[in-house]
């Protein structure tokens, strides 16, 4: 890269960045306004010097091609089974739409699927929007956590230190690597049979399913949850009083409703699998 009088190298890298990140062909990002504003009066071949056998803009070309292949490389790693559920060619067309509006901003490319879940259920090519949506919104969870900061969970020892008469008012807090799902179909069932390359999909109709997702011992795991169990945990997560929430399942009530042994079974359960991190007793 050459740097031609007028062009300082900051805008020299802006140029690049716009002709790089640009959706359609070479000819198409070099001559895009966004690229001659950052280029100014200078043309291509003041920027960028030919080679043997290939042209400035056919140099520049190979960068803008491989852009997109890593940005769907990227994306695939952490969706793949919403790749699977949209077939590889739509995929790559969501990919290409979806860098179009939201391009790699940072250092890093686990930041690029933020914005892709909801990118998603607007997506005019989606077929079933709000599928791919639940599906979405899993597999970015699955991908918080496994980047997730990594805390120490409450350990038996910390949890047998609180006295029994004051666990009705202990407050819990979750460890950074938690999530917790509800959705509207069941993408957890499906997401498992695609990683176990099992074709026997599950029958994808709505269905509201629940889900918990945790980092312990450094692998993601995923819980399926009833919806009782979902809110319960909602409301111990957000800080409610252990008996408070208790209350609050009982109260809930339904044919389904689970029994105080049960709730604390459940509680139990999430306190020695490492999901709260820390309890307050005031």
Aim: charged share 25%.
């Amino acid at each position: 890269m050459t740097a031609p009088a007028g062009v300082s190298l900051p805008r020299m890298q802006r140029w690049m960045q716009e002709v790089v990140v640009h959706p359609g062909d070479i000819a198409e990002a070099v001559a895009s306004p966004s690229a001659r504003k950052a280029l100014g009066r200078a043309a291509i071949e003041d920027v960028i010097l030919p080679s043997r056998t290939l042209a400035p803009a056919d140099r520049v070309g190979i960068y803008q091609g491989m852009y997109l292949m890593r940005m769907e490389e990227a994306l695939e790693s952490d969706y793949s089974a919403l790749k699977h559920l949209l077939g590889g060619r739509a995929f790559s067309a969501l990919v290409r739409d979806y860098v179009a509006a939201h391009p790699s901003v940072t250092y890093t490319l686990n930041r690029l699927g933020d914005h892709f879940p909801d990118f998603v259920a607007t997506w005019p090519r989606a077929r079933r929007p709000a599928l791919c949506h639940d599906l979405a919104r899993l597999e970015f969870a699955i991908a918080e956590v496994f980047d997730a900061p990594e805390v120490q969970a409450l350990t038996g020892e910390e949890i047998a230190a609180v006295p029994p008469e004051s666990w009705e008012r202990a407050r819990l807090a979750p460890i950074e690597a938690f999530r917790l799902l509800a959705f509207r179909y069941p993408v957890n069932a499906y997401l498992q049979t695609v990683r176990d390359e099992d074709h026997e999909h599950p029958d994808l109709r709505r269905k509201d399913t629940y889900v918990a997702v945790y980092r312990r011992d450094y692998s993601v795991w995923r819980h399926d949850l009833s919806q009782p169990a979902h809110d319960l945990l909602t409301d111990l997560v957000a800080g409610k009083p252990l008996a408070k929430a208790v209350a609050a399942a009982l109260a809930r009530g339904g044919r389904r409703a689970p029994t105080t042994d049960q709730l604390f079974r459940w509680f139990r359960e999430w306190a020695s699998g490492g999901v709260f991190k820390s309890v307050r007793l005031r």
